[in-house]
């Protein structure tokens, strides 16, 4: 069988799978549901995945994978004006599997897996890990510029910059709506305040 259908049948499999998990949770959802939304055999499925929880996997690993890549190819070297550093937090927002209410109840789950999935909590730690890299290296550079407090370690303000994020994915999740454009707002008035005024 091509390659191309291979690839086409999985990414048909985790697509039915991930708008069950939307609709559903991950424990809520059977193979069977999956299987109905996904019009295929069960043999069909077997041949991919062999048990719903390989299928959460791979579902949680794209979704990190997604949001890793909001970090990578983000260039450090250059000195951060203010706003580079609340579009590359905000960028995870705009990613295409955050930026519905759906796909940040996804997330939301994805966080929650973790906490019962060792190598899934690795795999968030190493992403949360990268991200915060990137994050403190423009926090870093922002703080030599005199336009944050120096006195505070780039990765903390990174912590933090990063835990604001996950807030509004939540908020989304939850609640249904969060307007981007006045979050960044805000972020942007924090990360502007003076240093007399944070202390």
């Known amino acids: ?29 059977s ?16 041949r991919y995945f062999e048990s719903k929880d390989d299928i959460i996997a791979a579902t949680a690993a794209e979704a990190l994978a997604e949001v890793a890549s ?17 579009d590359l937090v905000l960028g995870v ?13 996804l997330l939301v789950q994805v966080w929650s897996e973790a ?22 290296a423009l926090v870093a550079q922002h703080q030599q510029r005199g336009l944050l407090p120096a006195d505070v370690p780039a990765e903390h303000v990174a ?19 969060a307007d981007s454009a006045a979050f960044r707002n805000g972020m942007r008035a924090l990360l502007s305040a003076p240093a007399q005024a944070v202390r």
Do not use: W
């Open 1 to 29: 069988m091509p390659k191309e259908h291979l690839e086409a049948r999985r990414r048909q499999i985790l697509d039915a799978a991930r708008r069950c998990f939307i609709r559903n949770g991950f424990h809520a959802t």
């Open 31 to 46: 193979m069977q549901d999956v299987l109905t939304e996904a019009a295929l055999s069960a043999g069909a499925v077997y």
């Open 70 to 86: 909001a970090f990578e190819a983000h260039d450090t070297t250059e000195p951060p004006d203010l706003d580079n550093i609340v």
């Open 93 to 105: 927002e705009r990613l295409p599997l955050s930026g519905s209410r759906e796909s940040a109840q």
């Open 115 to 136: 906490l019962r999935s060792p190598s899934l909590s690795a795999k968030l730690k190493e992403v949360m890990a990268q991200a915060s890299g990137v994050v403190g």
């Open 159 to 177: 912590d933090v910059l990063i835990a604001l994020i996950d807030g509004f994915l939540v908020r989304r999740a939850v609640y249904g709506h």
